[in-house]
């Protein structure tokens, strides 16, 4: 499992320092801590990387606690947050609670309290992400996206393909990964792609495509929706490779057009296969698998599959001609 990391803004240094080295150390939970005094300087860490923890002054000059707050669930959603304030009030507990703040610690508090604090957080947040659905892939939808992204891969001629979820699950991937913290990624990826998800449904287009790009001194990579739980990203190699981001759009687009096509026939045949067995629970002798003749009888069936249908299921052999 990879450490947990925690990020802190706290414009007095002795105090910020303070934070660090308490929830750093072995006895504090041993995280990966990094320290900003302010606000403005977090928030652009947190546009950089991900972080499983924010915690933050409410008082700082610039942009205050709550303001960063409010920011955080924009770019990171699945971010926890902890406020510290010396000014407590009911004011200030009911703009917490607005900005969904895990946990509110008035000073002055002791680090024992702080570190079971963070610890508390950290694990009610694991248990809520753990908790959402992820999408599922059947071995078959998986055999035939493996391949798609296998084909991406090399027309576009990019180190890595990856799909994965809104909660930063890999589902599959082509390629080898670079030597990164690849959890922190995905996660960070995941909630960039949430923001393009929000725009989707207030222009009510659930069918666009995206593109995100990141060029830096060794990656580029390319990120896309393919579907509102499902997300791709291209990652490159930018030594001796000369693709330009127009050629690499192309491939993206196509292959997110046949990966949607491969997640909707695979939604589709779960559908046909869980009416197909619910009618064999109800009355085994109704169910015909063979295509039926066009005539007023089959109204009396409860399942219907034609030939195309059950050799998708897979309740004919493989191996048998296409019928017409």
């Given at each position: 499992m990879s450490q947990e990391r925690i990020l802190i803004a706290e414009d007095e240094s002795r105090v910020a320092q303070a934070l660090s080295r308490a929830l750093s150390l072995p006895e504090g939970g041993g995280?990966?801590?990094?320290a900003y005094e302010s606000g403005e300087e977090a928030l652009a860490r947190l546009n950089e990387t991900h972080f499983d923890l924010?915690?933050?002054?409410?008082?700082?000059?610039?942009?205050?606690?709550?303001?960063?707050?409010?920011?955080?669930?924009?770019?990171?959603?699945?971010?926890?947050?902890?406020?510290?304030?010396?000014?407590g009030s009911p004011q200030i507990?009911?703009?917490?609670?607005?900005?969904?703040?895990?946990?509110?610690?008035?000073?002055?508090?002791?680090?024992?309290t702080l570190v079971q604090t963070v610890e508390k957080t950290l694990q009610a947040r694991s248990q809520k992400l753990n908790r959402q659905p992820r999408v599922t892939l059947s071995d078959a939808t998986l055999h035939g996206v493996q391949k798609r992204m296998e084909t991406l891969r090399q027309d576009a001629g990019v180190h890595s393909v990856l799909l994965f979820d809104e909660t930063g699950h890999l589902l599959a991937e082509s390629g080898k990964r670079g030597d990164f913290d690849a959890a922190a990624f995905l996660a960070s990826l995941g909630n960039a792609m949430a923001a393009t998800n929000a725009v989707?449904?207030?222009?009510?287009?659930?069918?666009a495509f995206d593109l995100h790009f990141y060029e830096g001194k060794q990656y580029e990579i390319y990120s896309a929706r393919v579907t509102p739980?499902?997300?791709?990203?291209l990652l490159m190699d930018k030594q001796g490779n000369n693709s330009r981001i127009g050629m690499v759009w192309l491939y993206l687009r196509?292959?997110?057009?046949?990966?949607?096509?491969?997640?909707?026939?695979?939604?589709?045949d779960e559908k046909i296969r869980k009416e197909w067995e619910e009618a064999?629970?109800?009355?085994?002798?109704?169910?015909?698998?063979?295509?039926?003749?066009?005539?007023?009888?089959t109204k009396?069936?409860?399942?219907?599959?034609?030939?195309?249908?059950?050799?998708?299921?897979?309740?004919?052999?493989q191996d048998l001609p296409e019928r017409n």
């Open positions: 995280y990966a801590v990094e924010l915690i933050t002054d409410l008082r700082m000059p610039g942009m205050n606690g709550l303001e960063l707050l409010d920011k955080c669930h924009e770019v990171s959603p699945n971010t926890g947050s902890i406020l510290i304030t010396a000014f507990e009911e703009n917490a609670a607005r900005l969904a703040v895990d946990a509110y610690l008035t000073k002055p508090f002791s680090m024992r989707s449904e207030v222009l009510g287009d659930q069918e739980q499902v997300f791709l990203s196509r292959a997110i057009t046949d990966l949607r096509n491969l997640i909707a026939s695979a939604t589709s064999l629970r109800k009355d085994y002798s109704s169910v015909e698998v063979d295509e039926p003749a066009a005539s007023p009888s009396d069936h409860k399942a219907v599959l034609n030939y195309a249908q059950a050799k998708r299921l897979g309740l004919l052999d």
